[in-house]
Nanobody, 122 residues
């Protein structure tokens, strides 16, 4: 599976962005999907995950209520809608695919996209 993340950019605090992650191949629906982020000087951290069919989701406490993960298996795409953004959300955002559902550990994901930069100005 090859993953291509997009949608990052510069946004003011309080604004919104929607990230997309397009997957190649015909097996997208077999994978749970996750979003992670890595801020400068920090480790990559879990943001959100969604099950293969999209019926179950999981969020980091820091984004719960502000971010929404979703997927469209017909389009081989997973999304991350980010609202009420704050400067603390500034990071490179990565999408990932894994066979195990709703996992928060990086090691549970087999495939990673290249990342898209989100910068939130105050």
């Amino acid at each position: 599976v090859q993953l291509q993340a997009s949608g990052g950019g510069l946004v003011q605090a309080g604004g919104s962005l929607r990230l997309s992650c397009a997957a190649s191949g015909r097996t997208f629906s077999r994978y749970a999907m996750g979003w992670f982020r890595q801020a400068p000087g920090k480790e990559r951290e879990f943001v959100a995950a969604i099950s293969r069919g999209g019926s179950s989701t999981s969020y980091a406490d820091s984004v719960k209520g502000r971010f929404t993960i979703s997927r469209d298996n017909a389009k081989n795409t997973v999304y991350l809608q980010m609202n009420s953004l704050s400067p603390e959300d500034t990071a490179v955002y990565y999408c990932a695919a894994g066979k195990m559902g709703l996992m928060r550990q990086k090691s549970s994901y087999n495939y990673w996209g290249q990342g898209t930069l989100v910068t939130v100005s105050s």
